[in-house]
């Protein structure tokens, strides 16, 4: 899998926001207008912090139910590689996932073997798998 870990944004800006940015660009606080906004994009999810660590919580507090699939909640990128998904398969491991950021699927993993493991999943953001396994995941995920 072609695996992204940077991805380009659009964002519509007033005349008067552009321009205070270029101003501060032009003072040197900021080397160009991307910085500027990936600064500004950090600050405020860092300031919704709270939000998820909150997610971050409830795949903590689902782990304690007993009779339950093994629940993973997973902030930045889930890698799920052949080797993992046989052990799974063998210990007969059952996960429910939640993402928020990516989730990354080897090649070599049948769609058969996804659905012996992972009896549900909610991604927010990227999906890296075959076609196949990421049309499963996307109809999971509505």
């Given at each position: ?20 940015i ?8 900021f ?16 300031s919704?912090?709270d ?15 007993p ?5 993973r909640?997973?902030?930045g ?14 210990n ?5 996932l ?5 989730i ?18 909610k991604?927010t ?18």
């Amino acid at each position: 899998m072609n695996e992204k870990t940077t991805e380009k944004v659009q964002a519509t800006l007033s005349i008067t926001e552009v321009s205070q940015i270029d101003y501060l660009v032009d003072r040197g606080f900021f080397n160009n207008r991307s910085d500027f906004i990936r600064l500004a994009v950090r600050n405020s999810l860092e300031s919704h912090g709270d939000e998820f660590r909150q997610f971050l919580a409830q795949g903590r507090s689902a782990k304690n139910k007993p009779n339950q699939n093994d629940w993973r909640y997973v902030l930045g990128i889930e890698r799920i590689s052949k080797n993992r998904i046989i052990e799974d398969i063998a210990n007969g491991t059952t996960l429910d996932l939640r993402v928020i950021g990516a989730i990354s699927i080897d090649s070599a993993i049948t769609l058969d073997e996804i659905k012996q493991v992972i009896k549900s999943v909610k991604v927010t953001g990227f999906i890296f798998a075959s076609n196949e396994i990421k049309e499963y995941f996307e109809a999971q995920s509505l």
